[in-house]
């Protein structure tokens, strides 16, 4: 049966346009009920035996929650008590349509067999469809629908010799009129929250109950505590009329009490704009997209030099005076050249809150079930929530979802999710940190294995026939140690005509993951590898990532080869790209590859290939230091585990070798090669990486610092910046130049995915390159493989899709990737942290020499060579007579009683692990030299011996 909707459009020009669109109605869509003899389904998925132990509900039954019931209460529906349930297609447009994360989840749990969740397709069903009527809302009327299809279920089962006391149909719903409707019409219905209060037996369940409307609008306090927020409209019509700006509001991770609004401007232009106090602040979350009004110039502020951190006990709405004060000292006087535009917010436009992991503090008031939770995240606030299971939960780390904020209320309401275990343990810490950091970390599933190739696996006469056969040539691979996922591979050797030819081999992994399939989809999402201590989360199943696409030594793998020829001089002569098969010679270690080049009496074809690459190698790295490239510095530390306790027992700085270099620089090469070739032949959607140059404030605290040791740095080009670096000395301070370079490396803008056809500057600023891309990577990131579709489609070695050649969709992908990376970027400091407090938690005090990184207002922030370890030194105001502080904003410098501490100044701390706050563990260091009175710890008598670590095997 067909029937027809016409509805109207306008067009760009002011037209009007009359669109039909022909809607099919069927009478062979079944119900999915085992229960049914009437429709003549293959398979079900609604048990015959339907049965949740309730009080309101004492009968097997199937249940049918309405839109608001699946958007609000999704974390109810995803326990594993709630089976049966009838999901209508008008409820999942809706929340399609109203929020994508929601979506995501309803559809995973329809996946799950043991849910039992099916989905009605009622818009295209004969019995259940119906039209909109005149002056009837979208809402009203997919309230009827859903009314409509209850209806038919409860007359359709019944139809199957359903008894009274047998199989019925709830409907879930918080909406007063819809309940009020859906009762007049004889269906059973009920509140989600009254009828999850009536299951017997599973009494957590209400803990996850997200709060109505009802319960947020319950006053917390008489008094408000924050200005409302202007609704949408009003909102709208401000940013359109220049009186508001919207921007992404981001919190300060060290001080609570200020955030920063980033406001797109036209282009690339970013303004931000600096928030200060509670009431400024007004309930905005970390993250959300905020409207905010500009404060009079008067009132601009410059941010806070104090590290400030919401540590105190929870407040309560009343007794702020300690904020008070805290405010107060936000507000110091500042130079105009520091002061940044100041704003308030003024309204909500998205919220993006997602459930947030921390901890439970209990209520002092016994039997009490509210409670505040404190997020792992020092940049969220702290949440009330009500639970009844408080007594189990202290000491687990739990997952809260927030539901509101009045105005009244100090802190917003939300309500429990899970838990994830104990708190400290290493299992749920790695947890925490995954799902802080947004990491995809779930098995990868049957769909996305399917897609595998079948066991065992061997390259095919056919897939030779379209490569070329490198097999026979001397290829190596050099990576560090205990790497599996090995991505490279290169070679070189000497050509009859004198000239060099060096191949960079590439795991050709789009061979194995085609466009648009589970696998292409799931590892698009992902967007990387993410390398932790002692684990890693594959972007690709590990058949894939440690075996086939492997460029393990000494057997068969297919590969993308970038082959130049070049001279003496480092010079390209030619370059050539082709799919190829290859058989690596060896898989060295950095280590290993340097001691073969090292060692004179070796002559064998692999030390040879490898003393020609790094003899080019080096041309390389000087012809771009000379064109301005910039050599940073930062610690990476390396940790030793212990192979039974999996704990670290020794802690070290990575020592780069000469090698390191060997195998960076022809990656660089092959990179810009690549990007070069893959922009000439399609310029509008190429995929390709920038890193732009910092502003010029960015610089203040490089010049600063620089400045305090009378050393001049210029900052004009990234040539300037290279070469002023390179002289950068202090005459018995041989460490100088690597701190400043640490601090150079602090300056810089993140290196970012873009599409060519939508952005003009390509130029990689660090590494003074016109144009750039990332091609040698593809086991561990998804950018290379796109890249390889595109230089596979260059050289007509496969077929293009469309979502290749569509910029929006490039451009689109782009920002999810530059997402994942700087999420796993911070996943891994997350990771390296946690480690870092474990290898010192049997460690007790230690003292070691470090280096003033940065100066605040109450505190210095020394580094750790020895570790690669930052820490904050604070000084305190004490109760009794106050600690003497005076910080020069101009130096900056911080006096402290009679000691004046600048950046870069070399002191002496003892460096302890604080585990008083089991969640939020931190490094403590206290001063022991430059000795201050009153001021200094002395030093102590014991230190226990670090072990010794295990020698690899």
């Known amino acids: 049966m067909l029937k027809s909707k016409t509805f109207v459009k306008k067009t760009r020009s002011g037209g009007v346009m009359k669109i039909v669109r022909e809607h099919y109605l069927r009478d062979d869509i079944w119900c999915g009920s085992e229960y049914c003899t009437d429709c003549k389904q293959e398979s079900t998925v609604l048990q015959r035996d339907a049965c949740i132990e309730s009080n309101l509900c004492s009968f097997p039954h199937y249940v049918i929650p309405d839109t608001n019931v699946v958007l609000h209460q999704i974390d109810v529906l995803e326990d594993p008590v709630i089976r049966n349930v009838i999901i209508l297609q008008t409820v999942l447009q809706e929340v399609r349509h109203r929020s994508a994360p929601v979506y995501k989840r309803v559809k995973d749990m329809i996946h799950e067999k043991e849910k039992h969740f099916y989905t009605f397709t009622n818009e295209h069903h004969r019995d259940t469809f119906i039209e909109r009527e005149p002056g009837e809302s979208a809402n009203d009327r997919n309230d009827r629908a859903i009314r409509v299809a209850t209806k038919w279920y409860m007359k359709h089962l019944k139809a199957s010799d359903c008894d009274e006391d047998g199989l019925r149909v709830v409907l879930l719903t918080n909406d007063l009129g819809n309940k009020q409707k859906a009762e007049e019409s004889g269906l059973l219905v009920h509140k989600c929250e009254e009828y999850i209060k009536s299951l017997i037996a599973n009494p957590e369940l209400v803990d996850r109950l997200a709060l109505s409307e009802d319960d947020k609008n319950e006053v917390t306090s008489s008094k408000v505590l924050f200005p409302e927020h202007l609704p949408l409209s009003r909102i709208q019509a401000g940013i359109k009329s220049g009186s508001f700006l919207q921007g992404t509001f981001r919190a300060s991770r060290d001080n609570y009490l200020e955030a920063t609004v980033f406001v797109q401007g036209e282009g690339e232009d970013t303004t931000e704009v600096l928030i200060q106090g509670l009431q400024n602040l007004n309930r905005a979350v970390n993250q959300d997209v905020v409207a905010i009004q500009l404060l009079p110039r008067s009132q601009w502020v410059a941010p806070s030099s104090v590290v400030l951190q919401d540590e105190g006990k929870a407040k309560d709405d009343e007794a702020a005076e300690q904020e008070a004060e805290e405010e107060e000292e936000l507000k110091a006087t500042a130079a105009d050249a520091t002061r940044k535009p100041t704003g308030k917010v003024v309204g909500i436009i998205k919220r993006n809150w997602r459930p ?251 030390t040879k290939s490898l003393r020609g690459l790094n003899k080019l190698a080096k041309i390389l790295k000087r012809h771009r230091i000379e064109k301005g490239a910039l050599t940073l510095s930062s610690l990476e530390v390396r940790f030793h585990i212990d192979s039974e306790t999996h704990d670290p027992i020794d802690l070290q700085t990575k020592e780069l070798m000469e090698t390191n270099s060997m195998v960076e620089e022809f990656m660089l090469l092959a990179n810009i090669s690549v990007a070069q070739k893959i922009y000439d032949e399609f310029p509008d959607c190429a995929m390709l990486r920038k890193h732009p140059a910092p502003p010029p404030s960015n610089y203040d605290v490089l010049q600063k610092a620089a400045k305090s040791k009378n050393v001049e740095i210029h900052t004009d080009s990234a040539k300037a910046l290279a070469d002023s670096l390179d002289v950068a000395a202090v005459g018995g301070f041989s460490y100088f130049n690597t701190l400043l370079r640490i601090l150079a490396t602090r300056c810089m803008m993140q290196a970012v995915y873009f599409c060519s056809g939508m952005d003009s500057d390509f130029h990689h600023y660090g590494l003074a390159s016109p144009i750039y891309t990332h091609f040698t990577s593809p086991i561990r990131r998804y950018a290379d493989i796109i890249v390889h579709r595109l230089l596979a489609v260059a050289i007509s070695a496969d077929t293009t899709y469309p979502d290749l050649m569509d910029k929006h969709k490039q451009s689109a992908l782009s920002n999810n990737l530059n997402y994942r990376h700087k999420m796993a970027q911070y996943a891994q400091r997350a990771s390296v942290a946690f480690h870092t407090q474990l290898f010192f938690k049997s460690r007790g005090i230690l003292n070691e020499e470090g280096y003033i990184l940065f100066v605040r207002k109450n505190a210095i922030i020394v580094l750790i060579p020895k570790f690669g370890l930052e820490g904050t030194v604070f000084f305190d105001k004490k109760e009794k007579g106050t600690t003497n502080l005076v910080f020069d904003e101009q130096g900056p410098t911080l006096k402290v009683e009679n000691h004046t501490f600048a950046i870069f100044d070399k002191v002496k701390v003892t460096i302890s692990l604080d585990d008083s706050n089991i969640q939020h563990q931190k490094i403590r260091m206290a001063l022991i030299e430059p000795v201050i009175a009153g001021v200094s710890v002395p030093v102590p008598d014991v230190q226990p011996q670090a072990k010794k670590p295990k020698l690899d095997r």
Not at 416 to 421: D, E, I, K, M, N
Not at 425 to 442: A, I, R, S, Y
Not at 475 to 491: K, Q, R
């Open 356 to 606: 947030f992991c921390g901890m439970l503090n209990l209520s002092h008031i016994k039997e009490s079930t509210r409670h505040l939770f404190t997020p792992a995240d020092r940049r969220i606030p702290r949440i009330r929530i009500e639970t009844r299971q408080s007594s189990a939960l202290v000491g687990q780390r739990i997952m809260v979802a927030i539901d509101g904020w009045p105005k009244h209320s100090r802190y917003p309401n939300g309500h429990f999710v899970r838990s994830l275990g104990g708190a400290g343990e290493k299992d749920t810490e790695q947890e925490v940190l995954l799902l802080e950091h947004d990491v995809p970390h779930q098995a990868f599933s049957q769909a996305v294995l399917s897609f595998l190739p079948k066991m065992p696996w061997a390259i095919t006469p056919e897939d030779m026939k379209k490569r070329e056969d490198l097999r026979s040539l001397t290829v190596c691979s050099v990576d560090p140690p205990g790497c599996t996922d090995i991505d490279d591979a290169l070679h070189c050797r000497e050509l009859d005509n004198g000239n060099l030819e060096v191949g960079v081999h590439i795991a050709d992994v789009s061979h194995f993951i085609r466009p648009g399939n589970a696998m292409d989809k799931e590892a698009a999402n992902r967007g990387t590898t993410v390398y932790l201590c002692g684990k890693r989360i594959d972007m690709v199943p590990e058949l894939l990532s440690s075996n086939l696409c492997s460029l393990r030594s000494n057997v068969d793998r297919m590969a993308f080869s970038c082959i130049w020829e070049m001279n003496h001089n480092a010079e390209i002569l030619k370059t050539r790209f082709t799919k190829s098969v290859i058989n690596s010679k060896a898989s060295l270690t950095y280590a290993e590859a340097q001691m073969r080049i090292d060692d004179t009496s070796k002559t064998d074809d692999i």
